[in-house]
């Protein structure tokens, strides 16, 4: 019987294991399908506080699991498949074991949707992005496009313009997800140039960095060609909250939901990082909510004598 099986290893997950484990709590860490989640996807972070020259992304989340380590946390490969959260102790199937647990500490993180092209994933820190508060800063003088139409795209259009030369908008349709608000603002911005309806449909990177892109038009099929340093994919998130789907409250997009800080509808459960925040999604804010729900989780054992 586990104190604390913490799912997920990424800025969450690592910081609730870090604080659980100083508090001798050996906690058990799921390393998921995407050990180290996004910041292991990332290149040069620099605004993780801290790290005056910036860090690498693999490596902050490296240096955090050897943190972990050093203070007793024990990890495990694997993606869950299963949880009973129905009564204690909560049971946590992944592979082919099972393991049982007083608390549970979800930090699954989210995926951010990908176009599915050929390359793109390979390409993400060399012009491919998903994050433009991570990378933004590297296109300084660059011109680059962002693809979709919600408010994310909006958004990051609109911050990515301070730093490119020129953000091509690019949408598969010619309505829009996003507000209207949101919509007039990059409307109104001299560097940002709409192109609707377009389906990106090849990502050029001859020597493994970004160079331009190939559109076509959905109803006409009439092909053009961009120019340009990088892409940014900005058509949603996926939080990684299938397996949770009817145990806890969520969203309409799937987004775990807290009763307070970190606390869930089910005492002895708390969420953390990207499960619960599709507003923030920062390094340092998915730490914040690992700390808070390993504080939470251990208060709880204390109060139930079992720490
Ligand atoms: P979203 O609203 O779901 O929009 C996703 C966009 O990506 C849609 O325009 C969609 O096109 C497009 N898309 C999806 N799959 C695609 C594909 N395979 N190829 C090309 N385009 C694709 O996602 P979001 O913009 O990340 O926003 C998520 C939530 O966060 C929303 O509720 C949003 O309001 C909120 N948010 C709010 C703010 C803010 O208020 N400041 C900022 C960011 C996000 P279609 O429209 O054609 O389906």
Request: aromatic share 6%.
């Amino acid at each position: 019987m586990e104190n604390v099986v913490i799912i997920g290893s990424g800025c969450a997950g690592l910081t609730a294991a870090i604080y659980s484990a100083r508090a001798n709590l050996k906690p058990v860490v799921l390393d998921g399908n995407e050990p180290g989640g996004q910041l292991s996807l990332t290149t040069h972070v620099e605004n993780f506080p801290g790290f005056p020259d910036g860090i690498m992304g693999p490596e902050l989340i490296a240096n955090m699991r050897k943190q972990a380590e050093k203070f007793g946390a024990e990890f495990k490969a694997g993606a869950v498949t299963e949880v009973d959260l129905s009564k204690r102790p909560f049971k946590v199937t992944f592979g082919k074991e099972t393991i049982e647990t007083k608390t549970l500490i979800i930090a699954a993180g989210a995926s951010a949707r990908l176009l599915g092209l050929k390359g793109e994933r390979e390409l993400i820190g060399r012009g491919v992005s998903t994050c433009a508060t991570c990378d933004g800063y590297f296109f300084r003088g660059k011109p680059i496009a962002v693809v979709g139409g919600g408010d994310s795209a909006m958004e990051e259009a609109n911050f990515l313009s301070r730093y490119a030369s020129k953000v091509y908008l690019i949408h598969r349709r010619n309505e829009f997800r996003a507000s209207k608000i949101m919509i007039d603002r990059a409307k109104a911005n001299p560097k940002i140039e709409f192109i609707t309806p377009a389906i990106v449909e090849t990502i050029h990177a001859p020597e493994g960095l970004v160079t331009g892109i190939t559109l076509a038009n959905p109803d006409t099929q009439e092909k053009r060609e961009l120019t340009l340093d990088g892409v940014f994919v900005a058509i949603g998130h996926i939080p990684n909250t299938a397996v949770f789907r009817g145990k806890l409250d969520a969203d309409e997009n799937g987004y775990l939901l807290a009763k307070h800080g970190s606390l869930t509808k089910i005492p002895g459960v708390f969420i953390a990082g990207d499960v619960q925040d599709h507003r923030y999604r920062q390094a340092i804010t998915a730490a914040g909510s690992g700390c808070m729900a390993a504080i939470d989780a251990e208060k709880f054992l204390e109060g139930h004598n079992h720490a």
